[in-house]
């Protein structure tokens, strides 16, 4: 199963870069029909992974992936599901 990994801890704090790379990585898995992206907001104050989240909400953006998936063992981890 391919997989690709955004760790967003070094650009926690650009609101610009960080939505750009979302972008970025939900266009790469839709093009390389990558089945699953890892994203790690990190844990911190919980800011990050509801923007990440926001942003997976989008009408436009949901309608790229299947499903996602918050880690039960790891609150600073989030799965997109792809089907292709």
């Known amino acids: ?36 992206v890892e994203i790690i907001p990190g844990k911190g104050s919980g800011q990050l992974k509801k923007k990440v989240i926001r942003f997976l909400d989008q009408k436009h953006i949901k309608k790229l992936y299947h499903r996602v998936e918050k880690d039960s063992k790891n609150f600073g981890r989030i799965f997109v599901h792809f089907k292709h």
């Open 1 to 36: 199963m391919a997989k690709i990994k955004l760790d967003l801890h070094d650009i926690y704090n650009k609101q610009g870069a960080i939505e750009a790379e979302l972008n970025r990585v939900m266009e790469e898995a839709v093009s390389k029909k990558i089945s699953l």
